[in-house]
């Protein structure tokens, strides 16, 4: 399945540079318990960490090119695109 430029997720639009797609989402590396991660980004000035959300959220890392990307399964990359053709 080829990369759209833009998918919408959760209410949120992502560009190209802000999402990465996988076969499944990996655990967060900072969370003791397994928890899903559902970001690859940078922190604390230059370790890249696969984050959950709560730690993508109090690690300060951010979206972009070279900074971070939500990650979305291809599953869920297949959901995202029948919706877009069911609302066109
Ligand atoms: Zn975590």
Request: glycine residues 10%.
């Amino acid at each position: 399945m080829e990369k759209p430029n833009e998918i919408e997720f959760e209410g949120k639009t992502y560009s190209r540079n802000e999402f990465a797609l996988r076969g499944s989402l990996p655990n967060c590396d900072i969370c003791v318990r397994n928890t899903r991660a559902r970001y690859d980004a940078k922190y604390m000035g230059g370790s890249w960490a696969f984050m959950c959300r709560n730690h993508f959220k109090c690690s300060g890392a951010k979206l972009g090119l070279g900074l971070g990307q939500l990650l979305i399964t291809y599953n869920e990359l297949k959901e995202i695109s029948k919706d877009e053709k069911d609302n066109s």
